[in-house]
């Protein structure tokens, strides 16, 4: 069973930098798809950032150009580089793959299956 175990959130003032990572327990599970989402109280699950496994990225237009998606193969963790944070990224971080083959990760919840418990993130103005 593949798990998943988000770290590196807290809390930041606005124009701070974070850096979120997200460790794959199971090398068993191909992982097409690695996504960032997250979720605001009161507010749906939203996209962030994806990772297909030949290395194509896909941003929501609202964190274009400050957020960054890596993943670092050695250590089968995925990375999110947060910079210029803004107190509307305030919610809580979740990291999910999608494990069926295709070329293209959208940034739709319901197409990821694994998904982790979640990592606080909170910005200040």
């Known amino acids: 069973q593949l798990q998943l175990v988000e770290s590196g959130g807290g809390a930041v003032q606005s124009g701070g930098s974070l850096r979120l990572s997200c460790e794959a327990s199971?090398?068993?599970?191909?992982?097409?798809?690695w996504g960032w989402f997250r979720q605001a109280p009161g507010k749906e699950r939203e996209g962030v950032a994806s990772?297909?496994?030949?290395?194509?990225?896909v941003y929501a237009d609202s964190v274009k150009g400050r957020f960054t998606i890596s993943k670092d193969n050695a250590k089968n963790t995925l990375i999110l580089r947060m910079n210029s944070l803004k107190p509307e990224d305030t919610a809580m971080y979740y990291c999910?793959?999608?494990?069926?083959?295709?070329?293209?990760?959208?940034?739709?919840?319901?197409?990821?299956?694994?998904w982790g418990q979640g990592t606080q993130v909170t910005v200040s103005s």
């Open positions: 999910a793959i999608d494990s069926r083959a295709g070329s293209y990760c959208r940034l739709m919840a319901y197409e990821y299956s694994y």
């Open positions: 199971a090398y068993s599970v191909v992982k097409y798809c």
């Open positions: 990772f297909h496994l030949h290395g194509h990225k």
